[in-house]
């Protein structure tokens, strides 16, 4: 579910409330992430009596499947009492589970794409620190590649007429550090590209800078991958390390790539085959054997 606000009251016809509390959330009931105000705040303001109903709006919402509240201060002549409401809606959700081995081919129906104007949104939860989760480039010098390198996501991008060999912080047109994001817990990262004009944001944190080279579009030859760079006629070999952990919600350019997928149409193409299970087998599931796993939760869109 998407939660957007929690509201709180005290034990009914009582002297029991809480007046203070911290909220966590997860997706599997046993590692746990704090939720933490735009302010950097933890603390929720509760109850001053059992009755009155105190309402908290989330800053930012967050989508979770459990929810735990810590009460931290209550009243002192009584004890801790706490009736809980949650707001929000569910959503649709396509999800991939990568094996560290596998990625995901989406082709143009021709030889190459050339965009002045690029959306690429995504969430992911990463099991290692290291994995290319995108990768497209031309034979002009353009590319594209956003990866988890030390925790860190990097995004790289040029246009124009450099040809680079290699792909690596020393050689990259555009070097990208975020803050630590292979803590298995949910990210979103969002890239919008306007000309050379670029926002990358990364749970709701937004930098914005120029592209290196001479060109305004983007051109990519052939394809897209994710989750990995398979090396050209030589199938299950990658240039770099492949992403190991899921992916939600892929959407490059207004098309759903998971569904597409999920849906066996012919723009997409595994370098390894797929099996189809629920969105809980996703978020528990160990993949010992060499496949790509798509989920998918069939829920309300979010109003």
């Known amino acids: 579910m998407e939660v957007t606000a929690v509201a709180t009251q005290g034990?009914?016809?009582?002297?029991?409330?809480?007046?203070?509390?911290?909220?966590?959330?997860?997706?599997?009931?046993?590692?746990?992430?704090?939720?933490?105000?735009?302010?950097?705040?933890?603390?929720?303001?509760?109850?001053?009596?059992?009755?009155?109903?105190?309402?908290?709006?989330?800053?930012?919402?967050?989508?979770?499947?459990?929810?735990?509240?810590?009460?931290?201060?209550?009243?002192?002549?009584?004890?801790?009492?706490?009736?809980?409401?949650?707001?929000?809606?569910?959503?649709?959700?396509?999800?991939?589970?990568?094996?560290?081995?596998?990625?995901?081919?989406?082709?143009?129906?021709?030889?190459?794409?050339?965009?002045?104007?690029?959306?690429?949104?995504?969430?992911?939860?990463?099991?290692?620190?290291?994995?290319?989760?995108?990768?497209?480039?031309?034979?002009?010098?353009?590319?594209?590649?956003?990866?988890?390198?030390?925790?860190?996501?990097?995004?790289?991008?040029?246009?124009?007429?450099?040809?680079?060999?290699?792909?690596?912080?020393?050689?990259?047109?555009?070097?990208?550090p975020v803050f630590l994001l292979d803590d298995q817990h949910w990210h979103s990262a969002q890239i919008e590209r306007f000309n050379r004009q670029v926002n990358l944001t990364v749970d709701a944190h937004t930098q914005h800078f120029q592209t290196k080279g001479e060109g305004q579009s983007l051109e990519v030859d052939y394809e897209l991958s994710f989750g990995g760079i398979p090396l050209p006629g030589k199938p299950g070999t990658f240039l770099r390390k492949n992403f190991h952990g899921c992916i939600e919600n892929l959407y490059y350019n207004g098309i759903n790539i998971i569904d597409l997928a999920k849906r066996r149409k012919p723009q997409i193409h595994s370098v390894v085959s797929y099996t189809l299970v629920s969105a809980s087998e996703c978020e528990q599931q160990t993949v010992s054997k060499r496949h790509l796993v798509l989920c998918s939760t069939v829920s309300g869109m979010c109003s």
């Open 11 to 176: 034990r009914y016809d009582s002297s029991d409330w809480v007046s203070s509390y911290l909220l966590l959330y997860s997706d599997t009931g046993r590692i746990w992430k704090q939720y933490r105000h735009e302010d950097g705040l933890e603390r929720f303001d509760g109850n001053v009596n059992s009755e009155t109903v105190v309402q908290n709006k989330l800053s930012h919402p967050v989508k979770t499947r459990f929810l735990r509240f810590v009460p931290l201060d209550w009243n002192p002549s009584g004890w801790m009492g706490l009736r809980v409401e949650v707001f929000g809606c569910s959503y649709k959700s396509y999800v991939a589970d990568f094996d560290g081995r596998s990625s995901l081919l989406y082709r143009f129906n021709q030889k190459s794409m050339s965009t002045v104007k690029d959306v690429i949104s995504l969430r992911f939860k990463s099991h290692q620190a290291e994995g290319v989760l995108l990768h497209g480039e031309g034979q002009r010098g353009d590319y594209i590649t956003l990866e988890l390198h030390r925790g860190r996501l990097d995004l790289y991008l040029n246009l124009g007429e450099l040809r680079l060999p290699d792909i690596g912080p020393e050689k990259s047109l555009v070097f990208f």
